[in-house]
Nanobody, 117 residues
């Protein structure tokens, strides 16, 4: 059974870069045909898909976030990471990593990141 776990700072200052890592166990991030995604939920709002890195290393981004989002992976550690640059308080959210096949079928527990000075 695949398990995902987010890690990273819980507090980031405005204009800085938010960096999170998702560690995957019980399955390889290179297994066809999964997409390893980052999804966030701001307080009181719905889920927002941010982007994904595919089993083959291809990356996909939400058009609204593309300009300041980067997703990468370390296959030797079975991890994938999110970097969100130039953050503002509006980027405060619970950030989730998830495995997506035909639909999301495995999620991390989520980590709250607050953007505040």
């Amino acid at each position: 059974q695949v398990q995902l776990q987010e890690s990273g700072p819980g507090l980031v200052k405005p204009s800085q870069t938010l960096s999170l890592t998702c560690t995957v166990s019980g399955g390889s991030i290179t297994t066809s045909y999964y997409y390893w995604s980052w999804i966030r939920q701001p307080p009181g709002k719905g889920l927002e898909w941010m982007g994904a890195i595919a089993y083959d290393g291809s990356t996909y981004y939400s058009p609204s976030l593309r300009s300041h989002t980067s997703i990468s992976r370390d296959t030797s550690k079975n991890q994938f990471s999110l970097q969100l640059s130039s953050v503002t308080p509006e980027d405060t959210a619970v950030y989730y990593c998830a495995r997506v096949g035909r639909h999301p079928d495995a999620w991390g527990q989520g980590t709250l990141v607050t953007v505040s000075s």
